[in-house]
């Protein structure tokens, strides 16, 4: 079974991704020479877990050459560098970003519409497996600092399309992290293609913002009651994405006084959905989720009866969906500044061009130096969080830079453009419409 | 392996340095903040001890001094001198911006030094105070205009010109002047000098007033015929018009992240203080609802302290390339351009937070807000980093952005 699904994966990929990756200078250094391996990392499970075995075998040579006993590791330095392993992953998302994202952004945004193949190619990245415990099939490796550069990557090229496509990602990581036994049989594999229809994998969003002028997402309106068969559940979720067309939703409410999340099925009786379309994340098809009485079973609680230190942490949560959505923003800034760059070169004024003026140039220069700041921030968090450290005064601050500077990058974006910026024929004006989210939204996201 | 921790083995040095601060630095503060010009004597004692302790580290020590440019070698990642001189900084700094800018034999020439003399000069001005003398009354930002000549003359050049704004002129054993041996070559033919104290024709003028940082002397100076021996010369005695003045220049590679370390040590401590006199007023920086949902007061503490760990960070990554042997031009002005504006607003907004209790003299908030300014102006201000940043990125010459 295994197999013949990794055999359907690898014909369903990107050539492009496949010949970029086979050059990576990695692949050339731990000689994963075998085709298979090579095209299989981006594609399934199977082969990620191959590679995988593939870089621990290689390295475990490296430090038994001289079979000495490998020493206790140091405690860590300060230190930037990425893995091997991140930077494989990073240059691969880059260039899915690059090929397949951007190509879609400008329609998308303007028929506010999901481009029908966006999910289905995303898949090949893998992005589902990371956090999926093995015996599920996944690779059980849930690695925040990865994700967020995963994220960052995949924002460059589109920040509405890279949060559709990071929707279901999101819930997978959820579950994976918080879930009890029966919910990650029960719903991991179907991100898989197991147990699903025509084996595709199912499709599923993240809802806790809600439509209130000073909502407070600890304070939610949505809530939860006991009852016989299980849960009843009463609410409204605002700027959910997929909204309608996804196959599961992750719905924070409060219960007992908790904050929690349910797993409801989209099908629920009571569950509808309102098309909602906002300033900016059009192409993620953000909308209304409307709760009224819905009846849930016992299994519907997120992490009911775990042990203590698996059970759900709903600030961790929030927590960590704000890394995400700044991480977003780093990817869209970055993006920004990278479009930039050659339009003030190249676009002339007064017989030069006009990055030969201080205050174009200055604008220029202040959004690298927050950029900078900005993504040493969510790293900071991000890696404390992976830790298993206390990250929660380091996610704070990091929304909170991401907030005040993604914002400032987006306005100055179009500014540069002068009016061409405020037309459709430049993307500074979509940016400027998605970055304002970042002191707007809460939840839809997870590392 | 991401990691953005003050590394293990640097945590003792770090806690050091905070009790320095906070025990010989912050007790004299306002003394010397009063006294302008009198000479903090409690202060060479604590040098004879840093000087000891900086020579007992691994990896040869912290401190202008010591600073250099590490070694590229890929298989190991380096927390060295760079590192911990930022780290170490920032916390006297969190003590007292002028007295850790007086500290004897932490000078800025002391950095030069470091970073361009060969052994002969590194025995005799080594263990020297050494302080910079860049600035002209003609010339700040654009070092490239130096009108101070030194004219070879045998085994010695001659030195004549005025320098300005020179960080413990005063007080240092030695002070590293730079100056043209040709007019006309531009900006290569800039070199510079080690001139001993003492030495016939080189005068203290003037001591300067200033806004803050008044423990700390800034000196004029007055170069009439001034013989030097050939051998003060730091670097190659060569003009060469392609890369003369880059070797100078790139001492500040590695003098910017100091000095935006220095700015986050007084950010540092104008927020500390701020949320102890905030606290006893019942408001507690909590971080449990978004600045939107919280006070102005809160909110604005959020911000600065988001604000302030940014420049953190980014000082710290900058000392870290160097250490490792990365290029830095760009993060050390990334670095200096975030922490010296931060430490401005941060210091000047605590100031306002805190009304009159911010702006009188019972509390340190309003000389820190007097000090912070200067770091947002030496070593290269706001907007020559920002020039410098755009240059890169944009990929022109001075001539183009200008």
Redesign the interface.
Known sequence: MANTSFGMKLQGLGLGLASRFAAHPIVQKYGLTKPAEKFAYLATKKGFQLVQKGLAKKSLDKNNKNNIKALPSP?????????DEQQMIRDSVKAYAQNNIRPLASVADEQAKLPENLLPSSQDLGLNYFSIPEHLGGAGQCSP?TSVLVAEDLAWGDFSLAFAILASTSVVNSISRWGNKTQQALWLPKFCGEDTLNNTPINAAIAVQEPQP?F?S?LLQTHAKNNKKGYLLNGTKSLVPLAGTADLYLVAAQFKGKNELFLIPAKTKGVTFKASPAMGLRSAEVGTLQLEKVQLDKDALLGNGNVPHKQFNYRQFIDSSHLTWCAMAIGCCQAA?DYL?PY??ERHAFGEPI??R?SV??M???M??EI???R??V??AA?RFERGEEF???A??????CM?KSMEIGTNAVQLLGGHGFTKEHPAERWYRDLRVL?VINGGLQL | MIYLEVPKKLRMLVNQARQTADHVFRPISRKYDRAEHDYPVELDMFAAIMDGMNDALEDGGAGSGKLRQGKKDSSQIQNGINMTTVLGLAELCRGDVGLSLTLPRQGLGNAAIAAVANDEQLARFGHKWAAMAITEPGCGSDSAAVRTTAIKDGDDYIINGEKIYVTSGERADAVVVWATVDKTLGKAAIKSFVVEKGTPGMEVTRLEKKLGIKASDTAAIRFNDCRVPRANLLGTEEVNIDKGFAGVMQTFDNTRPVVAAMAVGVATASIERTKELLKEQGIDIDYKRPAKLSSYIKAEVYRMEAELEAARLLTIKAAWMADNGQPNSIEASISKAKAGRVANDVTLKCVELLGTVGYCEDELLEKWARDSKILDIFEGTQQIQQLIIARRLLNKSSSELK
Request: proline content about 4%; glycine content about 0%.
């Open positions: 405690p860590p330095l300060f230190d930037l560098t990425l893995s600092m000073l407070n600890a500044l760059i003030v070169n990055s030969h201080q140039a200055f220029i220069a202040n690298k130096i900078e700041s900005m040493l921030l790293w900071k890696s929660h005064r380091d704070f601050l990091a929304h909170h830079l005040d002191s």
